[in-house]
């Protein structure tokens, strides 16, 4: 069942990529428009999908104690899969390339591909999601601060500031408080809220349809590095998830949680981080493209584990 059900899941969300891709292949679209969708994707649309998420819960302290643990394990997974990896290849990080693939090797979907996955195979277990933005905000926290400085080599992204004051955590602030009080708003407000929330998947298929159309597609997939990174992000990873949880007291849907969102493709985070701060684009889209389109065949064969 599972299978059947994360092999709809991805094939429909790649379809979204499909206009995308012919917008900017019929000049509909200029590339040079490509980051500002990137942008309206990071700073709009996946903001409002935090605040949609927790409205889809009854608040309890149980449900926080959850979501804290949740954020502490897969900080640890994702921090020492980056760590692991920034070591393996720190002689080579003269080349960017090596670089971008270091993010690759640890960063996932884990909210546009993440929360419609869970959305289909756990539809009785709304938490699910609110775990997958614990998730999202411990890779947003490595994102803004030690992948920048990956991508970068400038020491100024390791800071309190980017720690603190980036799109994650500052709707995590927003919304915890309205969470918490049971705050409601005017139906329509909220109705936008949702629908832009909504809109994190499709809008981030539609860039990387984009970015896909601008791309010469031999070297997508010729180059041997991308498919052993891959293999790491999309098999690898997802197996230590499973390891690690079946170590854990959690609860099995937790541990079921942690397995899917750690089986996602490599992130649009890392080709969007590529395309704002300038280094590495082709190498992140390769690496953004190839890990989607692979996870046809990778997260449903995965997904035979649960």
């Keep these: 069942m599972f299978f059947s059900i994360t092999l709809m899941a991805v094939v429909v969300m790649l379809l979204y990529a499909v206009p995308g891709y012919l917008l900017v292949k019929?000049?509909?679209?200029?590339?040079?428009s490509i980051s500002a969708f990137a942008k309206v994707l990071m700073y709009v649309c996946?903001?409002?999908l935090t605040i949609y998420s927790f409205w889809k819960v009854d608040f309890s302290i149980k449900l926080v104690r959850d979501m804290l643990l949740f954020f502490v394990i897969t900080l640890v997974l994702q921090g020492a899969l980056l760590l692991a990896f920034y070591l393996v290849f720190r002689k080579k990080h003269a080349d960017i390339k090596y670089r971008i693939c270091t993010l690759a090797t640890t960063l996932g979907n884990c909210t546009f591909m993440g929360v419609p996955l869970l959305e289909a195979l756990f539809p009785e277990h709304p938490e699910t999601v609110l775990y997958s933005l614990?998730?999202?905000l411990a890779m947003s926290v490595l994102s803004w601060t030690a992948a920048s400085y990956i991508i970068t080599q400038d020491k100024k992204y390791i800071s309190v500031k980017k720690l603190v004051l980036n799109p994650a955590v500052l709707s995590m602030v927003v919304a915890i408080p309205i969470f918490v009080s049971g705050i409601t708003f005017h139906e329509q407000i909220e109705g936008m809220i949702t629908l832009l929330g909504r809109m994190t998947t499709p809008l981030?298929?539609?860039?990387?349809?984009?970015?896909?159309?601008?791309m010469r597609i031999r070297p997508i997939f010729t180059d041997a590095l991308q498919y052993a990174v891959i293999f790491v992000k999309q098999i690898v990873?997802?197996?230590?998830?499973?390891g690690l949880a079946m170590l854990l007291p959690v609860d099995p849907i937790m541990k079921q949680t942690l397995f899917v969102l750690a089986s996602t493709p490599v992130a649009s985070v890392v080709l969007n981080f590529a395309e704002m701060l300038e280094q590495g684009q082709e190498t992140a889209a390769?690496?953004?493209?190839?890990?989607?389109?692979?996870?046809v065949v990778t997260i449903p064969v995965m997904s035979l584990l649960l």
């Design 26 to 32: 019929t000049k509909m679209i200029g590339e040079g």
């Design 46 to 48: 996946q903001p409002c």
């Design 134 to 136: 614990s998730f999202f």
């Design 204 to 214: 981030c298929m539609l860039v990387m349809g984009m970015r896909l159309a601008t």
């Design 237 to 242: 990873m997802p197996l230590l998830a499973l």
């Design 286 to 295: 390769n690496m953004v493209l190839l890990g989607t389109l692979l996870s």
